[in-house]
């Protein structure tokens, strides 16, 4: 089943969702990207074999998705009401709970209603105003397990431009406000998480970490 993605759409001022539909792309060396970040996330999410699920920053749904056919309590929020109205008509079509999707941004959410054993985030802090702010708000909800990913810098531009996208902004992808190294990733996450395992399926970071110990 062919998921819809937002493709570049703008919702006040920022660009949501997805720019194409990388999931079910036919393009061969996208598809072995994918399957990579697949793999990553996937092995992840088995080892710490969550009872539940909060995907923050969710987008079209596909994850969430994903893991409610898996049998596991999962849900999604994102800030754009019009991605989140397709995670809804998705799910719908799957026969899945379209009221697992919510209308929230990551500034807002709170403990009260957003926890879970797992809070997966990715593909969203380079997207972000405010980084740091963000993972504040991550840290309040973070009950065990957290995992976040985004785009390897400066390999993901340089990735970009090879296959003559966005050479005008120097393979910068639509909405990408920050740039991050595996080093400057791990590093600002290490402010206010316990890192357990970093991960570098081509061309992301994908780092799982656990709520701060306390000393």
């Known amino acids: 089943m062919t998921m819809k993605v937002a493709g570049g759409q703008a919702e006040d001022g920022i660009v949501i969702g997805n720019t194409y ?16 970040f697949d793999g990553a996330l996937s092995a992840l999410v088995a080892k710490v074999a969550p009872e539940s699920i909060h995907e923050v920053g969710c987008g079209e749904g596909y994850w969430v998705s994903r893991w ?18 397709m995670a809804c008509a998705d799910a719908r079509a799957r026969g899945l709970d379209e009221t697992r999707y919510e209308v929230r941004s990551i500034y807002d959410v709170t403990p009260e209603r957003d926890s879970a054993n797992l809070i997966v985030c990715c593909e969203v802090m380079e997207h972000l105003e405010e980084p740091e702010r963000a993972l504040r708000a991550l840290a309040g909800i973070v009950t065990d397990d957290l995992i976040v990913s985004v785009p390897r810098e400066p390999l993901w531009r340089a990735l970009n431009m090879a296959r003559g996208k966005y050479l005008t902004d120097l393979g910068n992808t639509p909405g990408h406000l920050n740039h991050w190294s595996r080093r400057g990733i791990v590093s600002l996450i290490g402010c206010y998480f316990d890192i357990i395992e970093v991960r570098s399926p081509l061309p992301w970071t994908m780092i799982h970490c656990r709520r701060r110990r306390q000393t």
């Open 21 to 36: 539909d990388k999931y079910g792309t036919k393009n061969p060396i996208a598809r072995w990207l994918m399957n990579g």
């Open 68 to 85: 409610l056919e898996q049998g596991i309590d999962a849900r999604g929020t994102d800030f754009s009401t019009q991605v989140i109205g």
